[in-house]
């Protein structure tokens, strides 16, 4: 069973710009959630999607948004980039009702 | 400001000590989870506790949620180099993880 498949594995980009990270979830998993790693804040909750719906948000501007597909694949995009949007991507998948998650390698973005 | 405070930070030893890794916080969490991670990867789940007193055992490490579901702690007995990473952990309230800041294992061969 393959795993949970983040594209692009890196990804380089300029302040102001806007960018698009995919997420595909492990088949039959219907729950996708993005987190950011950062060396100094750790891991931090994005948001998660279940059948293409929100299902909870967590502390970011609006810059960072969000959408699922009917095949349950996830893009997260972040519009307007700043220095401090660099960091690692997360996406996670799992089950509904299923505490267990699987991450994917994550998106390394940097912002120049 | 984190949700849950893991202590130490790092943790530098040789192989076949035993280290142990903290997890508190002053929230209560339906379940908590560890995960290591190595460099340039995502998180692995290693368990969930869910009980409050739970005690939990993968081979050499043993995990133990405090009896208020508050804090909870990673033992790793007899320490290998291939238990170096990131060690993470996590509560979970309602499809919402929220993270430790972690604790970076050294094992010295």
């Known amino acids: 069973k393959a795993g949970v498949t983040q594209t692009p594995r890196y990804l380089i980009k300029t302040r102001g710009q806007q960018v698009t990270l995919s997420c595909s979830p492990i088949?039959?998993?219907?729950?996708v959630s993005w987190y950011q790693q950062t060396p100094g804040q750790g891991l931090q909750f994005l948001f998660e999607?279940?059948?293409?719906?929100?299902?909870n948000k967590g502390n970011f501007p609006g810059r960072f948004s969000g959408r699922q597909f009917s095949n349950s694949r996830s893009e997260m995009n972040v519009s307007t980039l700043e220095l401090g949007d660099s960091a690692l991507y997360l996406c996670?998948?799992?089950?509904?009702?299923?505490?267990?998650?699987?991450f994917g390698s994550g998106t390394q973005l940097s912002v120049l | 400001t984190q949700l849950l405070e893991q202590s130490p930070q790092f943790l530098s030893i040789q192989e076949g000590e035993n280290l142990t890794v903290y997890c508190n916080s002053s929230?209560?969490?339906?379940?908590l989870q560890w995960y290591r991670q190595e460099p340039g990867e995502g998180p692995v789940l290693l368990v969930t506790?869910?009980?409050?007193?739970e005690v939990k055992k993968l081979k050499r490490l043993t995990f133990q949620f405090g009896d208020a579901r508050k804090d909870s702690s990673l033992h790793i007995t007899a320490a290998q180099p291939g238990d170096t990473g990131l060690y993470l952990c996590?509560?979970?309230?309602?499809?919402?993880?929220?993270f430790g800041a972690g604790t970076t294992v050294t094992v010295r061969a």
């Open positions: 996670a998948s799992r089950t509904d009702g299923n505490e267990k998650l699987f």
């Open positions: 088949s039959g998993h219907r729950s």
């Open positions: 999607y279940f059948s293409e719906t929100q299902r």
């Open positions: 929230s209560v969490f339906s379940s």
């Open positions: 506790v869910v009980t409050g007193g």
């Open positions: 996590a509560g979970d309230n309602d499809y919402k993880l929220s």
